[in-house]
């Protein structure tokens, strides 16, 4: 029997952890290591910018120059490369998982997203998921990675500038979805693994991975 036009073109709205905290927290440390033992997509907004930066583009050079300054880059750039990212993704199999690393950052990025969120097919936010560490943890890790990474958001005056931000500007976000019953948080102080078990043990508890598959090495 045929399906409808309707029932063909129905598809399963792609599952998304939003991945939040302060610069050095180790977001992307958590994110990369779901991809690798889960297969979990990992969009990193800094790095889309960063390679929009390498492409020479207009909107590159401007968020070049805002990156530079310890800002936050416009919403509709961001949420453009990150919606491109998450289509592509929904070819993926049924169980896969989407974690947006370090987006929405500031009041206006989180009104933008979740309109996105709500309109767009692509998108099931299920959690934002906050790596909670202090200012001088992550100062010492950031210094240390400024060392070898030649990124101009790694000097400790852009650090500063940077810590700033988030206190003023995401920390308002992660406010908004603890209220709203949508923020998970770990302790990012501890190590690797400490963290990553707490982040098992959320998703878990979420449905998202079994406990045998946590137990797993």
Not at 1 to 24: C, D, E, H, K, Q
Not at 41 to 49: C, I, K, R, T, V
Request: proline content about 2%; aromatic content about 6%.
């Amino acid at each position: 029997r045929r399906l409808s036009t309707s029932a063909r073109t129905t598809r399963r709205r792609a599952p998304v952890i939003v991945v939040l905290g302060g610069p050095g927290s180790g977001k992307g440390t958590i994110c990369e290591s779901l991809n690798k033992k889960y297969g979990f997509n990992h969009f990193s907004a800094g790095e889309l910018l960063r390679n929009e930066i390498k492409s020479g583009s207009e909107h590159g050079k401007m968020v070049d120059e805002i990156i530079k300054q310890g800002g936050i880059v416009p919403s509709y750039v961001t949420i453009k490369l990150l919606i491109q990212q998450l289509s592509a993704a929904q070819t993926l199999g049924e169980h896969q998982c989407n974690l947006v690393d370090g987006f929405p950052r500031n009041s206006e990025n989180k009104d933008a997203w979740e309109k996105e969120a709500k309109d767009n097919e692509n998108i099931d936010m299920k959690f934002v998921l906050f790596v909670d560490c202090t200012e001088n943890v992550m100062l010492d890790r950031l210094t240390k990675r400024g060392a070898s990474s030649g990124r101009t958001d790694d000097v400790v005056d852009v650090i500063k500038k940077r810590f700033q931000t988030y206190r003023s500007q995401t920390v308002p976000v992660l406010e908004y979805y603890e209220k709203q019953g949508k923020l998970e948080t770990v302790d990012g102080n501890q190590s690797r693994a400490d963290v990553f078990s707490q982040v098992e043990r959320i998703l878990v508890r979420h449905g998202m991975i079994s406990t045998n598959e946590a137990a797993k090495l």
